[in-house]
């Protein structure tokens, strides 16, 4: 069995820079604490993050706590929203709905939900099989975690996204027995969520 920490990031700063570039807010590396703390006792031997900064930002208490290192995973980025507001949607949450009850559907230049699991499905599967029999942390978005979870639950929803994303941060316990989905525990849940102007015009 692998056991995956899935660690959703703590809060952002959009006015920080462009989407990729956000970097947590004050409140966000305080809350990152609590992330080292929730951590500490479960026999993590390795660390991973995605290429967005708040996602290493968030496991960096950790990672000093626990003496080891952070690396970098390629293909496990957030979905790349595109050029949404082309579409004849009224706001970005509208769009979001409209990805979760349709994963081919994306906007010009954005990737859909199918998109999303071909290039970091076989990246959390390989993660899976190196790591048999071990707990590893795996600093995540939010997006992408549910599009990851609907993928090993054939009947994670809409809902069962929504019940986490005003969380950041987010760990989220999963077990995988030979590959496949074995349970799941929520072991830290702080509700801060992006700012409402963020929901309501999107990335930016």
Known sequence: MTRVYFVRHAQPDPSSGNNPAFELTPTGRRDSQAVAWVLEDKGIGNIYCSEYIRTRQTLEYFSMSSHLPIKEVKGIHERVAGDWRSLSLSSYTEFIAGQWNDHSFKAPGGESFDDVKKRALPVIKELIARHEGESIALGTHGML??????????????????????????????DFEDGRYAGSSVELAVKRGYPRKYMDNGPY
Do not use: K, Q
Not at 145 to 159: H, N, P, Q, V
């Open 145 to 174: 975690l549910g599009i990851i979870l609907s993928a090993y639950i054939d009947d994670f929803s809409y809902a069962d996204f929504a019940d986490f994303v005003d969380h950041l941060p987010y760990v989220l316990r999963v």
